[in-house]
């Protein structure tokens, strides 16, 4: 049965959907608490989620039809960035996340380790991002220890430029933050504000849902202004989605 708009514009405002506040297992759409202890990697590489790739949710909208679907998803802080805005509209209505250099920032992120199918249905998902490899990072793991060098996604357009700067995902938790915050509605309140102010928020949201034309324009225009990423990466791969 195909979602009905209503429930489409509630998906499209309720980005980065519900996120768990510990590390745990996806299998095959469901999920447990992982446990101390070892944890078998093999074949598996470290993969950061900025937005919706933190949540389990979207975890099952991406690999809900592999079956098998084996994923340990480790939480953490990364120091020194912030998620942040990315300057474009997803298919599904939201303004999506990426990373961001933030000084004196601790972000949580969580950790996707990913297997070789696994990573190339990801990549197919995320179409307006490069996969990049961080290197010298430092990414402290709630199970102990740290990372040194993952990877990530990072938006193809750079940042989202709201009043002259970036601003900060507040569904995102992160200490000592430097970029002004907002939640999604928030968010796809000011970009409304740019492109149709004085409509209601739900039939602006309607009308990119609808019209994919509309939505790519607004993209465009939202990139016009965009804030590049201050990040040391190197791109393994471009040409990301199907």
Request: net charge neutral; aromatic share 8%.
């Amino acid at each position: 049965m195909s979602e009905s708009l209503e429930a489409r514009i509630a998906r499209a405002k309720a980005y980065p959907f519900a996120r768990h506040d510990h590390c745990f297992l996806y299998e095959d759409g469901a999920t447990r608490p992982l446990e101390p202890g070892p944890c078998d990697l093999t074949g598996r590489v470290p993969v950061l989620a900025a937005g919706s790739n933190q949540s389990h949710e979207q975890l099952r909208r991406k690999y809900g039809a592999v079956p098998g679907t084996v994923i340990p998803v480790w939480r953490g802080r990364l120091s020194e960035f912030d998620v942040v805005y990315a300057a474009h509209l997803t298919g599904y209505g939201s303004v999506p996340a990426t990373f961001q250099h933030s000084p004196g920032t601790d972000v949580t992120v969580f950790v996707t380790w990913l297997t070789g199918p696994q990573l190339e249905r990801m990549h197919e998902t995320e179409g307006n991002y490069t996969y990049d490899r961080l290197s010298r990072i430092r990414l402290a793991l709630d199970r102990g220890g740290e990372l040194t060098e993952a990877y990530v996604y990072s938006s193809k357009v750079g940042c989202l430029a709201h009043r002259g700067g970036c601003v900060a995902i507040a569904e995102i938790a992160a200490a000592s933050r430097r970029f002004p915050a907002l939640g999604q509605t928030e968010m796809l309140g000011a970009v409304r504000d740019r492109f149709d102010p004085g409509a209601a928020l739900d039939d602006f949201i309607a009308a990119q849902l609808s019209d994919e034309a509309l939505r790519r324009e607004r993209s465009r225009r939202l990139g016009e202004g965009s804030l590049p990423l201050l990040y040391a990466r190197e791109t393994v791969r471009d040409g990301l989605g199907r």
